[in-house]
């Protein structure tokens, strides 16, 4: 089925540091990729999403390429702050676009310092 | 509402008894789903509406475990017989088709102890 990877946290960078979190899949078909944020205290929400092959998702700053040949979505920021400091969550889709739902990895707990 | 309200935010409840977690999605959302999120892991799927119909529900740990949503609308997931290992984070999360596809909006949780 399909599953998603990525890297471990915490990671803890400075203030306007470069940040790469690594996300590697598996899946059969061409589902659609995305990345959920969680701040504290509130839900998980859509940061950025790619439905294809060498599509790039954006927002806030934040970018990430669908890349099938290595099978990542790497998100990656090149400088953060403070209020980005959050749980970051890969995920691709169950099925097609999404419709049915979500298949989630462990989450990066990100902190950034003054 | 304006988000997806979940209730109770917090359950403690003794092994042996039965719960019930309810969620109200966002007004006009047709999709509603349920996921488990145990502490320090990512949310996994446990199953889905299509208005009033469960469409899938192959993430349902065990047949202790039942969701419903009668009217299309309010959802509520319950548990019997809770054990310790369910205790965990229950999340719901709401969609529509004028929607971006995939975009899941959540709840709070309600965080479930079992004693």
């Known amino acids: 089925g399909n599953s998603v990877t990525q890297m471990e946290g915490p990671v803890t960078l400075s203030e306007e540091a470069f940040l790469t979190i690594n996300c590697t899949y598996t899946?059969?078909?061409?589902?659609?990729l995305f990345w959920y944020v969680q701040y504290p205290g509130e839900g998980l929400q859509l940061l950025l999403k790619a439905t294809k092959a060498d599509d790039k998702g954006s927002n806030k700053g934040f970018e990430a390429t669908y890349r099938k040949e290595t099978t990542s979505f790497h998100l990656e920021k090149g400088s953060v702050q403070v209020s980005d400091s959050a749980v970051y969550f890969c995920?691709?889709?169950?099925?097609?676009?999404?419709?049915?739902?979500?298949?989630f990895g462990k989450g990066t707990h990100l902190i950034i310092q003054p | 509402g304006a988000g997806v309200s979940q209730s109770p935010r917090y359950k403690v409840a003794k092994r042996g008894q039965d719960v019930a977690l309810r969620c109200d999605p966002i007004s006009g959302h047709v999709s509603l789903f349920w996921y488990q999120q145990a502490l320090g892991q990512g949310p996994e799927f446990l199953t889905y509406?299509?208005?009033?119909?469960?469409?899938?529900k192959s993430g349902l740990p065990s047949d202790r475990f039942f969701a419903e949503r009668p009217e299309g609308s309010v959802s509520t997931l319950k548990i019997q017989r809770t054990q310790q290992e369910d205790s965990a984070v229950y999340l719901c999360?709401?969609?529509?088709?004028?929607?971006?596809?995939?975009?899941?909006?959540f709840g709070e949780g309600s965080r479930l102890t079992v004693l």
């Open positions: 999360a709401s969609s529509s088709p004028s929607t971006i596809p995939g975009e899941l909006f």
């Open positions: 899946a059969t078909g061409y589902p659609s």
């Open positions: 509406f299509q208005n009033e119909a469960q469409l899938d």
């Open positions: 995920a691709l889709s169950r099925s097609g676009g999404g419709a049915d739902g979500l298949t």
